[in-house]
T-cell receptor, first 117, second 113 residues
Framework: DGGITQSPKYLFRKEGQNVTLSCEQN?????MYWYRQDPGQGLRLIYY???????QKGDIAEGYSVSREKKESFPLTVTSAQKNPTAFYLC????????????????FGSGTRLTVV | GDSVTQMEGPVTLSEEACLTI???????????LFWYVQYPGEGLQLLLK?????DKGSNKGFEATYRKETTSFHLEKGSVQVSDSAVYFC????????????FGSGTKLNVKP
């Protein structure tokens, strides 16, 4: 079955370290997204990509970086510049064509919980 | 700009009670509206959607009607179960803005046996 796989499920980061969260999809979706979710809060968009080798900043991109070298993969790096990285990170994907979001919405992964120790 | 406002939670109900979670939106065009559900420790799953005014989305006993006149998309269920305990997110996407959703802040539902 097609879907989005996020790994690891739990990740611990020491102060000053960079860590990379993996997101892989086999849905043949063109667009991929990273969201951050804090306890009791909604989703905030970090980065998104509509096509390979191209990506755009979302609302809270500072302290994060991404790459999109393959259609299937959209890894997120949480850098040491991100001062408060402890959160639940969600990856999503969607079809890119007119009406696709209306018809299908996003498909989400199961998330990675990042904790600073 | 576009936005979604949900009622704050948590909402605590007894099993078999009726549920309503309010959602209102602001949009410049004619958005599609969605409800997503997030079970503990998991990602979001699409629960239901509606793409035009007066459409009713339904799934697993949940319903929501797209009300353009009141810019609302309230989620309802006639009889909740313990297994419905989760966080519910209302969201919209604008036609033409192909790659962005606007999410509400989420409403946590606790159903007690």
């Amino acid at each position: 079955d097609g879907g989005i796989t996020q790994s690891p499920k739990y990740l611990f980061r020491k102060e000053g370290q960079n860590v990379t969260l993996s997101c892989e999809q086999n849905l043949n979706h063109d667009a991929m997204y990273w969201y951050r979710q804090d306890p009791g809060q909604g989703l905030r968009l970090i980065y998104y990509s509509q096509i390979v080798n191209d990506f755009q900043k979302g609302d809270i991109a500072e302290g994060y970086s991404v790459s999109r070298e393959k259609k299937e993969s959209f890894p997120l790096t949480v850098t040491s510049a991100q001062k408060n990285p402890t959160a639940f990170y969600l990856c999503a994907s969607s079809i890119v064509r007119q009406g696709a979001l209306r018809d299908y919405g996003y498909t989400f992964g199961s998330g990675t919980r990042l904790t600073v120790v | 700009g576009d936005s979604v406002t949900q009622m704050e939670g948590p909402v605590t109900l007894s099993e078999e009670a009726c549920l309503t979670i309010n959602c209102t939106y602001t949009a410049t065009g004619y958005p599609s509206l969605f409800w997503y559900v997030q079970y503990p420790g998991e990602g979001l799953q699409l629960l239901l959607k509606a793409t035009k005014a007066d459409d009713k989305g339904s799934n697993k006993g949940f319903e929501a009607t797209y009300r353009k006149e009141t810019t609302s998309f309230h989620l309802e269920k006639g009889s909740v179960q313990v297994s419905d305990s989760a966080v519910y997110f209302c969201a919209l996407s604008e036609p033409g803005n192909f790659n962005k959703f606007y999410f509400g802040s989420g409403t946590k539902l606790n159903v007690k046996p």
